[in-house]
């Protein structure tokens, strides 16, 4: 979701501004994901590496996540939508905490989407914490399997990415969901953010769809 902050320097707007209007654009891809059956959508909305950002844009981002799952775990759960958040999120407060396990509680038997929202994730902590979790779990260290790896990750028991879709016109992986793209097909687009439509959506399922995907072979 790159771009909140052009977009908002562009119109000689606050950084958080940008933020509060990429947030309608996270509503409009969940709408599409759903007019278009996608089965899970994953949505980076803060990374390990933001908290480098000035202290005010991090406690503005973490207020508004905040507010917004509050505001919006009612229409979500009435949409048959399964949110899980998927990050180190220990590091948050404890409302927001509770905040968090209350609505995935709620709404994890839902099946229409699977919402995952990382927060304070980073790829390569990711494949960190599985590698410790299987070691911690075992009594005798043997060697770790793929299958190991996977069963440890945040989106355990989830698809490996097919689609991955970065606006705002940088072309590269910002340390997102690292070990599930090995074989994901790369869309970017130059629209920012907050521009993010319906054309751009689709622009991405066609290009994906005349992809043809050989996972190593011929
Ligand atoms: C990247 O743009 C965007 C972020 C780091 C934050 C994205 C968060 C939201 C859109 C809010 C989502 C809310 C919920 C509840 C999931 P940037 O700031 O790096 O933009 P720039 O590259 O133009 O500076």
Same mark, same amino acid.
């Given at each position: 979701?790159?771009?909140?902050?052009?977009?908002?320097?562009?119109?000689?707007?606050?950084?958080?501004?940008?933020?509060?209007?990429?947030?309608?654009?996270?509503?409009?891809?969940?709408?599409?994901?759903?007019?278009?059956?996608?089965?899970?959508?994953?949505?980076?909305?803060?990374?390990?590496?933001?908290?480098?950002?000035?202290?005010?844009?991090?406690?503005?981002?973490?207020?508004?996540?905040?507010?917004?799952?509050?505001?919006?775990?009612?229409?979500?759960?009435?949409?048959?939508?399964?949110?899980?958040?998927?990050?180190?999120?220990?590091?948050?407060?404890?409302?927001?905490?509770?905040?968090?396990?209350?609505?995935?509680?709620?709404?994890?038997?839902?099946?229409?989407?699977? $919402?995952?929202?990382?927060?304070?994730?980073?790829?390569?902590? +990711?494949?960190?914490?599985? *590698? &410790?979790?299987? /070691?911690?779990? @075992?009594?005798?260290?043997?060697?770790?399997?793929?299958?190991?790896?996977?069963?440890?990750?945040?989106?355990?028991?989830?698809?490996?990415?097919?689609?991955?879709?970065?606006?705002?016109?940088?072309?590269?992986?910002?340390?997102?969901?690292?070990?599930?793209?090995?074989?994901?097909? $790369?869309?970017?687009?130059?629209?920012?953010?907050?521009?993010? +439509?319906?054309?751009?959506? *689709? &622009?991405?399922? /066609?290009?994906? @769809?005349?992809?043809?995907?050989?996972?190593?072979?011929?």
């Amino acid at each position: 979701m790159d771009g909140n902050g052009r977009w908002a320097k562009k119109k000689l707007l606050p950084r958080l501004v940008g933020h509060s209007k990429g947030l309608q654009s996270v509503r409009k891809i969940i709408e599409y994901c759903i007019k278009y059956n996608v089965n899970t959508l994953t949505i980076y909305a803060f990374s390990t590496e933001n908290w480098k950002r000035p202290i005010k844009e991090v406690d503005g981002l973490i207020k508004l996540f905040s507010e917004s799952i509050s505001r919006e775990s009612k229409k979500i759960h009435s949409n048959n939508i399964k949110l899980k958040f998927i990050g180190d999120t220990s590091i948050f407060t404890e409302p927001l905490q509770l905040k968090i396990k209350e609505i995935e509680r709620e709404t994890s038997r839902n099946k229409r989407l699977i $919402l995952n929202v990382a927060l304070n994730y980073g790829g390569r902590l +990711d494949i960190v914490n599985s *590698v &410790n979790s299987f /070691y911690e779990n @075992q009594k005798i260290i043997k060697k770790i399997t793929e299958k190991n790896i996977n069963s440890g990750l945040y989106t355990k028991g989830q698809f490996d990415v097919d689609l991955l879709i970065r606006t705002g016109g940088q072309q590269r992986m910002s340390n997102f969901l690292l070990w599930q793209s090995a074989y994901a097909e $790369l869309y970017f687009s130059k629209k920012l953010w907050p521009d993010f +439509d319906e054309k751009v959506f *689709v &622009n991405a399922l /066609y290009f994906f @769809q005349n992809t043809e995907r050989k996972f190593g072979s011929i």
